[in-house]
């Protein structure tokens, strides 16, 4: 009987094949005989085992695995090859010594009632691994944050039930955060986050809720609630998240801001911006009265010198000193702000005439010029001078009218410095 010519080269074509299939597979998949003998290992099984394309001429297990790793799979090997089929994790090194976490499968070839070799298949789960662990790092030091911000964090499912919450629980409603994991949020502690539940309501009806309250205590706390609709999916609400923040501290805060934003922190007279807003107000009430109103513009003479020659701490000292003389010369009506430095600004308002302005200009001017005492320094003698302009109506701007001043300004101390000038 003569066998077809092609018979041979067509099983050669299905062993190639069969090997492109294999070196295609990410896991490393080889076969040994009962003496250990590797008789098949693909691509990715060559590279792991740094074993190369070369013929495998009869390469054992041992040579394959190294005498250490191989005696440590001895009591492995020996069940395959006994029948059992077997998997586990082993976490070792590849042979370039680096760290690697595998999956192996020990399966064993069994024909007509006897093992005629082992099929090992093995999944590298080294990046599967590392990525769970960088996973678990996150989520450790996401919680870390979340317990240590000054925010209730938490998390209500469908059923109302508190899911997460972090560890500002306890130092708002006085119990772990362990023990309201599982409540409901009509229960009596979690009661007073969520008032009458109408906001959580809406949260699961997918609507974005805030709101303002107050939680009883000793120290009673106003905070702000907002619960966002977490969405999974076709867009179902699946629970919320709630975030609250402690609103009696920014209060606090707020209030502080407004204070420095408005006032000078070193003489606690009003800033350049708190001026601003009271030029442009008595400007608009003398547009009203037609009575005339002036704005003085005064700076401290040579003040460099003196910071220069006895040190910042006795020039605050001139300058806190100055500011309580310009208050006490002039009346409660009347405005005395710091602009910077050693600039200060008066707004003269409801002044019977513009020659007016000038007497009360001079009057501040003549009393800067009795010593201030200075602790450290003794008596010093400082100087100002003093620009003023004036206003009763038309289009004239702030900002027009406080240049008007510093022209005035600058012409007297062109003049030698102490003393005051008009603006034209």
């Given at each position: 009987?003569?066998?077809?010519?092609?018979?041979?080269?067509?099983?050669?074509?299905?062993?190639?094949?069969?090997?492109?299939?294999?070196?295609?597979?990410?896991?490393?998949?080889?076969?040994?005989?009962?003496?250990?003998?590797?008789?098949?290992?693909?691509?990715?099984?060559?590279?792991?085992?740094?074993?190369?394309?070369?013929p495998l001429d009869g390469l054992t297990l041992r040579e394959v695995l190294g005498d250490e790793r191989h005696a440590a799979s001895s009591a492995r090997i020996a069940r395959a090859l006994a029948g059992e089929c077997q998997r586990y994790q082993l976490h070792t090194?590849?042979?370039?010594?680096?760290?690697?976490?595998?999956?192996?499968?020990?399966?064993?070839?069994?024909q007509d009632g006897r093992v005629v070799g082992v099929m090992v298949l093995i999944t590298d789960i080294t990046e599967l691994r590392q990525a769970e662990a960088e996973r678990e790092?996150?989520?450790?030091?996401?919680?870390?944050?979340?317990?240590n911000l000054p925010v209730l964090i938490g998390y209500v499912d469908r059923a109302l039930k508190l899911g997460f919450c972090n560890a500002t629980f306890h130092d708002w409603l006085g119990q772990a955060p362990q023990a309201l994991v599982g409540r409901r949020i009509d229960d009596p502690a979690l009661r007073p986050l969520f008032r009458d539940g109408g906001p959580a309501r809406r949260a699961l009806d997918g609507e974005r809720v805030s709101y303002?309250?107050?939680?009883?205590?000793?120290?009673?706390?106003?905070?702000?609630?907002?619960?966002?609709?977490?969405r999974h999916g076709d867009d179902e609400v699946v629970g919320f998240f709630l975030l609250s923040t402690d609103e009696t501290t920014q209060r606090i805060a707020?209030?502080?801001?407004?204070?420095?934003?408005?006032?000078?922190?070193?003489?606690?007279?009003?800033?350049?911006?708190?001026?601003?807003?009271?030029?442009?107000?008595?400007?608009?009430?003398?547009r009203r009265s037609g009575r005339p109103m002036a704005l003085v513009f005064l700076d401290l003479d040579r003040f460099k010198q003196v910071n220069d020659t006895f040190g910042h701490a006795a020039g605050d000292e001139l300058l806190r000193q100055l500011a309580q003389r310009l208050q006490a010369g002039v009346r409660q009506v009347d405005t005395v702000a710091r602009l910077a430095g050693d600039e200060f600004v008066v707004?003269?308002?409801?002044?019977?005439?513009?020659?007016?302005?000038?007497?009360?200009?001079?009057?501040l001017v003549g009393s800067m010029r009795v010593p201030f005492?200075?602790?450290?320094?003794?008596?010093?003698?400082?100087?100002?001078?003093?620009?003023v302009s004036v206003y009763a109506r038309g289009p004239m701007t702030a900002a027009q009218l406080l240049a008007q001043a510093d022209r005035a300004l600058y012409a007297v101390k062109a003049d030698g410095r102490d003393g005051v000038r008009s603006a034209a």
């Open positions: 009987m003569t066998s077809h010519p092609d018979a041979q080269s067509t099983t050669d074509e299905d062993v190639q094949r069969l090997r492109r299939i294999a070196d295609s597979l990410p896991s490393f998949v080889g076969y040994y005989d009962p003496q250990q003998r590797l008789l098949f290992g693909n691509a990715a099984f060559r590279r792991h085992y740094g074993i190369g394309d070369a090194r590849n042979n370039a010594g680096e760290p690697a976490d595998l999956i192996i499968e020990d399966v064993p070839d069994i790092a996150s989520d450790k030091r996401l919680r870390t944050i979340a317990d303002e309250d107050e939680l009883p205590g000793e120290s009673p706390r106003w905070h702000r609630t907002t619960l966002v609709p977490d707020q209030q502080q801001l407004a204070a420095l934003a408005s006032f000078d922190h070193l003489t606690g007279l009003p800033n350049r911006m708190r001026f601003e807003e009271r030029l442009a107000e008595a400007m608009e009430r003398t707004i003269l308002e409801g002044l019977h005439s513009a020659q007016e302005a000038g007497v009360v200009a001079g009057q005492e200075l602790d450290g320094v003794g008596a010093l003698r400082a100087t100002v001078s003093a620009g």
